[in-house]
């Protein structure tokens, strides 16, 4: 069997486009973080367990994320677990007024200057090189 020059442009086109296919990973697009809003005075023990989720390329795929999470402002108000769940600490709501901002933050690249109490804050979030979503969270 004799190949042409068109025949072989075609199938190294085909490989090239297998190849493509095959090593390119969806990039995460967005997050969300529910509950969007909580007061935790209508949760058990006062204890909020918030989820983040996902979305990659065109936004319609949805996964659960594990996401670094932090809280802001930065004080000693609310404190979050490595899981998601959020609690606010005796005065919190005496030493800050209005809702206490709970990020999800997935690093898409290694900055290691981040700060995620900047990020929370709304103050650094683009250029750490991430993908974050946010919550809040009221204290009684």
Do not use: H
Request: a neutral charge; charged letters at 10%; hydrophobic letters at 35%.
């Amino acid at each position: 069997m004799k190949f042409g020059p068109w025949s072989l442009f075609v199938l190294l086109t085909g490989i090239a486009a297998i190849a493509l296919a095959c090593g390119s990973s969806p990039q995460l697009t967005s997050i969300s973080v529910n509950p969007l809003a909580a007061d935790a005075k209508d949760y058990p023990d006062g204890k909020v367990q918030f989820k983040a989720f996902g979305y990659y390329g065109d936004s319609t795929s949805q996964v659960t994320l594990n996401p670094e999470w932090s809280a802001c402002p930065p004080v000693n108000g609310v404190t979050i677990s490595q899981t998601g769940v959020a609690q606010c600490n005796a005065g919190a709501s005496r030493s800050y007024t209005g809702p206490y901002i709970i990020q999800a933050f997935v690093p898409v690249k290694s900055i290691p200057a981040c700060n995620l109490n900047l990020q929370a804050c709304g103050q650094s979030g683009p250029t750490c090189g991430g993908v974050q979503g946010v919550a809040t969270i009221t204290c009684p």
